[in-house]
């Protein structure tokens, strides 16, 4: 069903009033370059916040989006509120970062880098719309069933979401360099804050966490970017889960020095993935920071988030891994915050986040 986007509509549709006392843009990360005309800049994150009228928890929501998907917090792919809004009316002032590259924060490859061929219809349709249809892909695939639409070019929710895509960047040690720059700077703002990453979003996610462990209250990973070290095609994940330098002890100045063995898979309908040779170094800055990763049912994260959690326990940290399903929340693909269901996944973090910071 197409949503009407009239003033009359929208407000018809609105489950009450979303009272705001304040929202706006600021831009964090900037770094100033030469440039044949004069001074330039790069890097810089445009951060939208929202700040309920009743401001009633401590920590502020960071959200870092995967690749390419800067708007996929904000909306359904129908056109419903998206996960902002279920925060903000939970009483959570909302920073919304737009990585450097993505949303407002210009892409120019000139000054940010490369970035890689956009996605056509059809591998979006595949990959993350209905990947069900696709013959052998992977066995879970057949348990979607949320996507808010029909996975055909034309379909409003589809072409709302193709419309969302952008490219991504071709440099991951930069990219995530810059998106950790800029959110370290948001965090001298905010104080201490929940981060809630989506995809390879967790990527500067973990180093955000390693580099400014005093200014992260939680972290929220829903379907984490992985499998560890191997990462996906050219993405590779050298220190673990980055593909920068983290904080090991003992210390490593080199990802050479850190050695990894695979493991065997917890069932036969995942995959192995690599851990640490024993004994495992400890990663120091990220083990007393509570840590939620949380997998959809129909996803191909689920195949391997399982060694991510794994990864990370190994290294010292407090991990929970929940399964969406486990939480009644069934047949989401990777991107559960766009689909029919996103309200009750949401309601899954909010569940997990404050038991965790009631208990601290």
């Not at 955000?208 to 560890?228: L, Q, T, Y």
């Not at 990864?311 to 047949?331: I, K, N, S």
């Not at 989401?332 to 029919?340: D, S």
């Amino acid at each position: 069903m197409t949503r009407l986007f009239s003033p009359q509509a929208l407000h018809a549709a609105a489950r009450g009033a979303l009272r705001l006392s304040d929202f706006g843009i600021f831009w964090t990360g900037i770094e100033r370059i030469s440039l044949p005309g004069g001074t330039g800049l790069r890097g810089q994150s445009c951060v939208e916040y929202f700040i309920p009228e009743k401001l009633t928890e401590k920590y502020p929501i960071v959200f870092l989006h995967g690749g390419g998907q800067a708007t996929d917090f904000l909306s359904t792919a129908d056109g419903r509120p998206g996960w902002v809004h279920h925060f903000v009316r939970e009483g959570y002032a909302v920073y919304l970062v737009n990585q450097p590259g993505t949303g407002r924060s210009s892409g120019a490859p000139d000054l940010n880098g490369p970035f890689a061929p956009s996605n056509s219809y059809e591998s979006t349709v595949a990959m993350l719309v209905a990947p069900e249809l696709v013959p052998s892909n992977y066995p879970q695939a057949q348990l979607h069933t949320q996507w808010p639409g029909k996975p055909e070019i034309g379909d409003p929710a589809t072409d709302a979401f193709v419309a969302s895509g952008e490219p991504f960047k071709l440099n991951p040690i930069q990219a995530q360099e810059d998106v950790v720059r800029g959110v370290k700077e948001l965090l001298d703002h905010t104080g201490p804050a929940i981060l809630v990453t989506c995809s390879a979003g967790a990527i500067p996610g973990w180093l955000i966490v390693d580099r400014a462990p005093d200014k992260v209250a939680a972290i929220v990973a829903v379907e984490p970017f992985g499998p560890p070290v191997d990462g996906i095609g050219p993405m590779q994940l050298p220190w673990g889960v980055t593909a920068s330098r983290m904080a090991y002890d003992p210390p490593a100045e080199d990802a050479a020095e850190l050695h990894f063995v695979l493991n065997d898979p917890p069932s036969p309908d995942r995959v192995a993935c690599k851990l640490q040779v024993e004994p495992a170094r400890q990663l120091v800055n990220l083990r007393n920071i509570p840590i939620g990763i949380f997998t959809s049912e129909a996803s191909w994260m689920v195949l391997d988030n399982h060694g991510t959690a794994a990864f990370l326990q190994q290294a010292g940290c407090d991990v929970d891994h929940v399964y969406f399903a486990d939480r009644g929340v069934r047949g989401n693909g990777h991107l559960p915050m766009l689909e029919r269901n996103s309200d009750e996944a949401a309601a899954c973090l909010t569940e997990w986040i404050r038991a965790k910071l009631s208990a601290a």
